[in-house]
């Protein structure tokens, strides 16, 4: 068994699209409209098969409460691996993006949080 699709539900999904392939460096996968929304995916270019993260309406009444009750504690909606964090900080910190924690070390463990302009906070994550 793997992990097929992961959803971290968004505010708006072009701004959400826009952000995650333009400042993180993800690659659209699947964009199928349904209504109003989409069904739309991104992958990382490193691994195209691989696991799809669901950019997904946040429509639903119980989204708003759960994103806004994770943001007010600190809590990411999700965690990207990546080779090094403080690198990574770095280049996402060009291009803009606000961090709500900077680089930690814990241990084997070094961690950064994001916000994604989109009602989540994201982590990057590397362990040794």
Excluded at 10 to 23: I, M, S
Excluded at 78 to 92: I, K, Q, W
Aim: glycine share 8%.
């Amino acid at each position: 068994m793997r992990i097929h699709l992961s959803s971290v539900f968004v505010d708006d999904q072009e701004q959400a699209l826009r952000f995650y392939t333009d400042v993180l460096g993800f690659a659209k996968k699947t964009e199928v409209p349904l209504g109003d929304d989409r069904w739309l995916t991104v992958v990382s270019p490193e691994d195209p098969d691989g696991t799809e993260l669901l950019l997904e309406p946040s429509g639903h009444p119980a989204v708003q409460p759960y994103k806004t009750a994770l943001v007010q504690d600190g809590i990411p909606a999700t965690s990207f691996a990546v080779d090094d964090v403080h690198a990574e900080f770095g280049r996402l910190r060009e291009r803009g993006v606000r961090f709500t924690q900077e680089p930690l070390e814990m241990g084997p463990v070094t961690t950064a949080v994001f916000d994604d302009t989109c009602g989540n906070l994201i982590q990057i994550v590397h362990s040794e």
